[in-house]
């Protein structure tokens, strides 16, 4: 099946891996995963992720540093949802080639959902974003309670490239929410999500993000913007 989708997809993919199929560009590396359900093995779907290889392994255990890019159901559906998307197409049995709405599917949105991020300076404003960002049909996967830890992902990323205008809208960004509550704990603002994480990203990276961590305090200094 893997194969299969390549053809329709006209990209030639760095590798393939039982389901996964990873296109390089630069430091961008995206990957389209062919996954069956877990309730129901004869369902399956398919999803693209785009992750920055320099802080992948370090990463690893946050997920990396990168974005999901979603796609319409066969419905059509075009909302976007806070939660995983459910397996779509019935399993071709046998050797039997992919239905006609599967291969609609990946020639329609495969690509765009490929080249979705532009370069590592749009993968740190995706990771900024408010909420989903659509594009030639297809859109990021940016729910709002993971804002915090994507913020700080993105000045980690900043910070990793030596992003400067980047790392300058994060900050902006901080600004202007740090004071807000956020849940699960009454008390618990937007900069105090953001100190936790950042504790957790430095300890995994060794990239120093301690004065995001100093954001726990109860006078905070907020990042300087140049």
């Given at each position: 099946?893997?194969?299969?989708?390549?053809?329709?997809?006209?990209?030639?993919?760095?590798?393939?891996?039982?389901?996964?199929?990873?296109?390089?560009?630069?430091?961008?590396?995206?990957?389209?995963?062919?996954?069956?359900?877990?309730?129901?093995?004869?369902?399956?779907?398919?999803?693209?992720?785009?992750?920055?290889?320099?802080?992948?392994?370090?990463?690893?255990?946050?997920?990396?540093?990168?974005?999901?890019?979603?796609?319409?159901?066969?419905?059509?559906?075009?909302?976007?949802?806070?939660?995983?998307?459910?397996?779509?197409?019935?399993?071709?049995?046998?050797?039997?080639?992919?239905?006609?709405?599967?291969?609609?599917?990946?020639?329609?949105?495969?690509?765009?959902?490929?080249?979705?991020?532009?370069?590592?300076?749009?993968?740190?404003?995706?990771?900024?974003?408010?909420?989903?960002?659509?594009?030639?049909?297809?859109?990021s996967f940016t729910p709002g309670?993971?804002?915090?830890?994507?913020?700080?992902?993105?000045?980690?990323?900043?910070?990793?490239?030596?992003?400067?205008?980047?790392?300058?809208?994060?900050?902006?960004?901080?600004?202007?929410?740090?004071?807000?509550?956020?849940?699960?704990?009454?008390g618990y603002l937007f900069r105090?999500?953001?100190?936790?994480?950042?504790?957790?990203?430095?300890?995994?990276?060794?990239?120093?993000?301690?004065?995001?961590?100093?954001?726990?305090?109860?006078?905070?200094?907020?990042?300087?913007?140049?």
């Amino acid at each position: 099946m893997a194969e299969e989708f390549a053809e329709l997809l006209g990209m030639a993919p760095a590798s393939i891996d039982g389901g996964r199929l990873t296109f390089v560009r630069g430091s961008l590396h995206t990957t389209l995963f062919i996954w069956k359900d877990r309730r129901d093995r004869s369902a399956f779907g398919w999803m693209v992720s785009t992750e920055h290889a320099s802080l992948r392994d370090r990463m690893d255990g946050f997920g990396g540093v990168g974005i999901r890019i979603d796609h319409p159901s066969p419905s059509g559906d075009t909302s976007p949802s806070n939660i995983p998307p459910a397996a779509c197409y019935p399993w071709p049995a046998g050797s039997a080639p992919l239905t006609s709405e599967v291969s609609a599917s990946v020639t329609r949105y495969g690509p765009a959902s490929l080249c979705f991020v532009r370069d590592s300076h749009d993968l740190g404003l995706l990771l900024l974003a408010d909420d989903h960002v659509h594009r030639d049909g297809v859109w990021s996967f940016t729910p709002g309670n993971s804002e915090p830890a994507r913020l700080a992902t993105a000045i980690l990323l900043a910070r990793q490239c030596a992003d400067e205008t980047l790392e300058r809208a994060a900050a902006a960004t901080l600004r202007h929410r740090g004071e807000e509550p956020v849940a699960p704990h009454p008390g618990y603002l937007f900069r105090h999500a953001v100190a936790d994480w950042s504790r957790q990203y430095a300890k995994a990276t060794g990239i120093d993000l301690s004065d995001l961590a100093a954001l726990k305090r109860k006078r905070p200094q907020y990042p300087e913007i140049p």
